[in-house]
């Protein structure tokens, strides 16, 4: 190999295992979705454009950038051989020259101005005018790379699909595959499945008004069904707008598309499909499922967006999508869900909420606030004292239910009652000792279905009431 013939690398999907232009476009819809929203459709036919003025709005982090392994060890290959390396991209050349200041050295680095796009047949003539036909070595990712190695020397192509082979092939080129493309796998675990057990909430009014007819179960089926494709597509969502949080972060810098192990675009695809999967099911169970669903969509992205960020804010929301779900099964269902159960469900999730953020404060090992939200270790007594008192409130509730009309109709034996409670409150402060002294999981979730002991408490509080109904 001549040590005299340059290393030409791109940057999106080459270098780096992600794409900048998606990367502003959503840390901007998660700093300032109104403006980002607005350049994206007056520019839309304008890329360079657009290119630029996303990364006026939002740049992310670029020293937290996923790197290709692969890519990398090319080019520390290329540089022992005393090879020039040149990064040339279509991105806009300001993002350009802060990922080679990064993440270089580089001999070159060069990108997009808000007039010339510097990608497919610009970008070949580019590098023919530097290094004249065949004099250079190209490293890439795309068909829009395609014109770039016919000019090429020796061709690289990272991670390709079998689809973007045959297109290689059959425009004469033979590249040198680099890495593995994306699974199936990766994208299942961005729908993040272990949260759908959060939509089992659906089947509480069912079970509070003792119903388990096969009309009303199938309808509550459905509805989780709904609720879990919805709740993937925004978990989907939430995940690209919190992309540089996510990489600082001590468990979910290993996310799919934190990781870049997952495309953009793909996360992209898959939340609308999820999301309209969704909505359908709900206008299937009918206009007022339908309306739900609409509600909990728009909650979610607003929690997405911005109101994760605001401090008491995003951890009442938690509790109020919760309660959502209950709201939903209710519906779905056609039973009317007495307060007693909204009354006590909303405590239980927002002490929940509170002990996620315990957990977080209690594990991060910096005194600022958390990435991505407006906690700091000095809110920590805040949230314990809000925790416990959301818990007293819950264990108040359900006692005030046993002594009603309501549960007298529905159980023989009051005590069974009053001894869920205290598995309640035992329970509830297990959970919160958990969080406040840092031994949960990040997910309360997670410990709850994982924890022998508390599970055991919920077991034992279920045969109870199964032995106290009438």
Same mark, same amino acid.
């Given at each position: ?11 999106d ?75 040339i ?20 680095a ?25 004099g250079?070595d ?13 000019k ?8 390709p ?17 680099l ?21 089992l ?17 199938? *309808? &509550?089926?459905? !509805?989780? $069904? +709904?609720?879990?494709? @919805?709740?993937?597509? /925004?978990?989907? %969502?939430?995940?690209?707008t ?34 309209v ?11 007022w ?7 909990y ?23 109020a ?8 099964? *209710? &519906?779905?269902? !056609?039973? $009317? +869900?007495?307060?007693? @159960?909204?009354?006590? /469900?909303?405590? %239980? ?11 977080e ?5 910096e005194?600022?606030?958390?990435p ?38 529905l ?35 997670i410990? +709850? ?22």
């Amino acid at each position: 190999m001549a040590p005299d013939v340059p290393l030409v690398v791109d940057l999106d999907g080459t270098l780096i295992r992600t794409d900048l232009l998606l990367e502003c476009f959503w840390k901007g819809m998660g700093t300032d979705p109104v403006r980002t929203v607005a350049t994206s459709l007056r520019l839309l036919h304008d890329r360079p454009a657009l290119k630029a003025a996303l990364a006026e709005i939002a740049e992310p982090d670029i020293s937290a950038l996923p790197l290709d392994p692969v890519v990398a060890e090319l080019i520390r290959g290329a540089r022992a051989d005393g090879r020039e390396v040149a990064l040339i991209s279509g991105s806009t050349h300001r993002l350009v020259a802060h990922v080679a200041a990064e993440h270089g050295p580089f001999d070159r680095a060069e990108g997009s101005d808000r007039t010339t796009n510097l990608t497919r047949a610009a970008k070949a003539a580019r590098l023919e005018k530097l290094y004249g036909d065949r004099g250079y070595d190209y490293v890439g990712d795309s068909a829009a790379d395609i014109p770039v190695w016919q000019k090429a020397r020796r061709a690289y192509v990272v991670r390709p699909t079998a689809r973007l082979e045959a297109r290689i092939a059959a425009a004469g080129v033979t590249a040198e595959p680099l890495g593995d493309v994306w699974t199936a796998r990766g994208l299942a675990s961005a729908f993040r499945p272990h949260q759908w057990l959060k939509n089992l909430l659906l089947l509480l009014p069912l079970i509070a008004a003792h119903r388990l007819d096969a009309e009303g179960l199938v *309808a &509550v089926l459905l !509805g989780m $069904v +709904a609720f879990s494709a @919805l709740a993937s597509s /925004i978990y989907i %969502v939430n995940d690209l707008t919190d992309l540089d949080a996510d990489r600082v972060h001590e468990t979910k810098r290993y996310r799919p598309f934190a990781a870049g192990v997952l495309p953009i675009k793909v996360g992209m695809a898959a939340s609308l499909g999820l999301g309209v999967t969704g909505l359908v099911i709900g206008a299937f169970l009918g206009p007022w499922m339908l309306a739900v669903l609409l509600v909990y969509l728009a909650a979610t992205l607003s929690y997405s967006m911005h109101l994760k960020r605001v401090r008491w804010v995003d951890v009442s929301m938690l509790a109020a999508l919760y309660t959502l779900r209950v709201v939903a099964g *209710a &519906v779905a269902a !056609g039973v $009317v +869900a007495s307060g007693w @159960l909204f009354g006590f /469900i909303f405590p %239980v999730f927002l002490g929940l909420g509170c002990v996620k953020r315990l957990t977080e404060l209690a594990r991060a090992p910096e005194t600022g606030f958390l990435p991505g939200r407006r906690y700091q270790r000095a809110d920590r007594a805040d949230l314990l004292n809000v925790a416990i008192v959301a818990a007293l409130c819950a264990v108040g509730v359900f006692v005030a239910y046993s002594l009603s009309d309501t549960a007298a109709r529905l159980y023989d034996r009051v005590w069974a009652l009053w001894a869920v409670a205290a598995l309640l409150g035992a329970w509830l402060a297990r959970m919160i000792w958990t969080g406040w002294t840092g031994r949960q999981d990040y997910d309360p979730i997670i410990f +709850a279905i994982t924890d022998r002991i508390g599970l055991a408490m919920i077991l034992a509080s279920t045969a109870l009431l199964w032995f106290g109904a009438s």
